[in-house]
């Protein structure tokens, strides 16, 4: 399973910083590596993370990482599909990553949108415009209505976006 690159950890480290992002939401959340990395972030904000993964068993490791590393109090673990657990998030998000399975993005993008606020991230990872699979991300983000989107060659290749702000 791939992790956050650290490059890719770093740079949301700092937009998360950067544009004070507070109500953070992590998509596929594994062992908890990219969530140490977003829960740090959110320690220097005053925000809070919330964790949604779908592997029972990693929804157990994940909370043992996070606490070794000191952060527990700033990540809330949220077990089962996002499809149906990001509904009971509290909105608007300020800064969403989305690293779970890729076949979903398309699927996700319209609520993930509306549920930012304007002005608010969205990094999704593992997306690298030469693979063919990550065209139907790519082409639904760059048209969004909703959405400023550029592609990002660090780490696995990540797209960050913004929603634009109701003057825009
Ligand atoms: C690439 S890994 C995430 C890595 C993690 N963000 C990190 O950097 O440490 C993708 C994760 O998405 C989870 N996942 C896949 N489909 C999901 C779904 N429908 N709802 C929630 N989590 C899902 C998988 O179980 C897996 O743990």
Redesign the pocket.
């Given at each position: 399973?791939?992790?956050?690159h650290p490059d890719t950890s770093r740079l949301v480290h700092i937009m998360i910083q950067s544009a004070g992002c507070k109500q953070l939401v992590?998509?596929?959340?594994?062992?908890?590596?990219?969530?140490i990395w977003l829960a740090h972030a959110a320690r220097i904000t005053g925000g809070q993370l919330t964790s949604?993964?779908?592997?029972p068993k990693?929804i157990e490791i994940a909370p043992q990482n996070v606490a070794e590393a000191g952060l527990i109090d700033r990540v809330e673990f949220v077990p089962?599909?996002?499809?149906e657990?990001l509904s009971t998030i509290e909105t608007p998000f300020d800064f969403v990553?989305l690293?779970?399975?890729e076949r979903?993005y398309v699927e996700m993008l319209d609520m993930l949108a509306t549920k930012l606020r304007p002005g608010g991230i969205l990094v999704a990872?593992?997306i690298d415009p030469d693979k063919e699979e990550s065209d139907p991300y790519i082409q639904a983000l760059h048209n969004h209505p909703l959405m400023e989107t550029v592609s990002v060659p660090i780490g696995r290749g990540i797209e960050v976006s913004t929603r634009r702000l109701a003057s825009t």
């Open positions: 399973m791939l992790t956050l992590e998509i596929g959340g594994a062992y908890g590596y990219s969530a949604l993964e779908i592997n990693l089962g599909d996002v499809r657990t990553l690293d779970c399975w979903l990872d593992n």
